[in-house]
């Protein structure tokens, strides 16, 4: 689920999945990966923006580079769990993402600017710039469903489903639930393949074999 890594530097591909192709792609998949310590679990995701959408509207220009602020926890936190604020970039096709862990009340401290300035260290630097640049603000909650994997020879590379991918724009607190509306219909199938380097060749012959394409 949750790993304690807090930079990472990695390509990452999504593809759109019909049933039928999810559960063929699960043969050769499991030949050659293992199911992610927690292999199922939920995400719940606050994406921040500004009050005129300023960063989305830049990324569906999709320029040669663009980044994203987001608040994110694996199920619903609690009282005392980690929850992660995420700085994430990417140029060139390469998705670098930094990230810091902290309780859910510190969050809003954090992107607005109330902490000490070195309190999260060099990225939480970075995160501070980010807000002076940009003063997002939580615009979005997304959710869904995780199936993760993880290469038995490359523990890098990971395959991740999400399923039942939901939405609201309200109500904008990660303890408020995992609830929303459907964003895809319900047997929509999200998979991402996070590659640390160059694509095996098992895969990508699975990925033809089926059909699948991004």
Request: aromatic share 12%.
């Amino acid at each position: 689920m949750a790993s304690t890594q807090y930079s990472f530097e990695r390509r990452e591909e999504k593809y759109f999945l019909t049933p039928v192709q999810y559960e063929a792609l699960l043969t050769p998949l499991r030949q050659h990966m293992h199911a992610d310590e927690h292999e199922q679990y939920t995400i719940c995701s606050l994406y921040c923006d500004t009050p005129d959408w300023q960063l989305i509207r830049t990324s569906l220009e999709k320029p040669y580079y663009k980044e994203k602020l987001r608040v994110r926890s694996y199920g619903v936190p609690e009282e005392g769990d980690t929850v992660f604020v995420e700085l994430k970039k990417k140029f060139d096709g390469i998705v670098y993402k930094h990230r810091v862990t902290t309780e859910l009340p510190m969050v809003k401290p954090l992107l607005t600017g109330l902490l000490e300035k070195n309190a999260f260290g060099q990225i939480g630097r970075e995160i501070d710039w980010f807000q002076r640049c940009n003063k997002t603000v939580p615009k979005v909650f997304i959710g869904y469903d995780r199936t993760a994997f993880a290469g038995t020879d490359d523990p890098e590379l990971r395959v991740t489903f999400d399923t039942k991918l939901r939405w609201r724009t309200s109500k904008l607190d990660l303890a408020y639930g995992d609830q929303g509306m459907l964003l895809l219909p319900q047997d929509a199938v999200l998979m991402e393949v996070k590659l640390p380097g160059v694509c095996p060749l098992w895969f990508s012959r699975a990925l033809s074999e089926l059909s699948i394409y991004q």
